[in-house]
């Protein structure tokens, strides 16, 4: 079903699940913001990601035959730029962090309003990642104990990644796997912060990350597949 609203929107959403009635929740919530196309099945969904292109993939993690994080990868390779909120009748940390990790742009609960939600597409479009508070706080405990084991430890010369940046991409990058602030960073190379945030497009842009978050996850181990 497509919303009846100007086909000239340039926010494509398509809603994967097996439960029509969830469907039509996420058609409603989203159909003043959005065109939205839905699927039920897994089969359908693979046609339509590489026809459609989506924006955005509301895909439902009880989906049939998706086979968990190794579906939802597979699912990724079909349209790339396509960035996808995963939603769960059940969210737990560990779960969303690791869908996360593996590339998600977001992660929540398959009934929540339709105002979060609204707002949860709105914040992916613009590059945003959408997870609950618990989820972020995981994440973060994950971090620091990574920080503390990397903070002394270069980069690995022997990631051929690592060879497209400048050299003081490369320090940036090192201090971001530390822990460091923008301005933490502008303040130990003597630069600016926007100097700062105009390398970290740059990295971004080069090692295939969409955000500082998954930069971070990168550079201690826990690369993100998904290429924004």
Known sequence: M?????????????????????????????????????????????????????????????????????????????????????LTKSPTDNEGTAMLEAGARGYCSAD?????????????????????????????????????????????????SFDVLTPREKEIVQQIGGGSSNKEIANQLNVSEKTVKAHLTSIFRKLGVSDRLHLALYVNGHRPSFRA
């Open 2 to 86: 497509v919303s009846d609203q100007d086909s000239s929107s340039s926010l494509k959403v398509l809603a994967a699940s097996a439960v029509a009635l969830r469907r039509m929740q996420w058609l409603q919530a989203l159909e003043r913001i959005a065109t939205v196309h839905e699927v039920g099945d897994r089969q359908t969904l693979e046609h339509k990601m590489v026809a459609l292109k989506p924006t955005i993939l509301l895909l439902d993690l009880a989906l049939p035959e998706l086979r968990g994080r190794g579906g939802f990868a597979e699912i990724q390779t079909l349209s790339p730029s396509t960035k996808i909120i995963l």
């Open 112 to 160: 929540m309003d339709a105002v979060l939600l609204t707002k949860a597409v709105k914040m992916v479009q613009k590059g945003e990642v959408w997870v609950g508070r618990k989820v972020i706080s995981h994440l973060l405990d994950i971090l620091v104990a990574l920080t503390e084991q990397q903070r002394n430890r270069v980069l690995p010369n022997a990631d051929p």
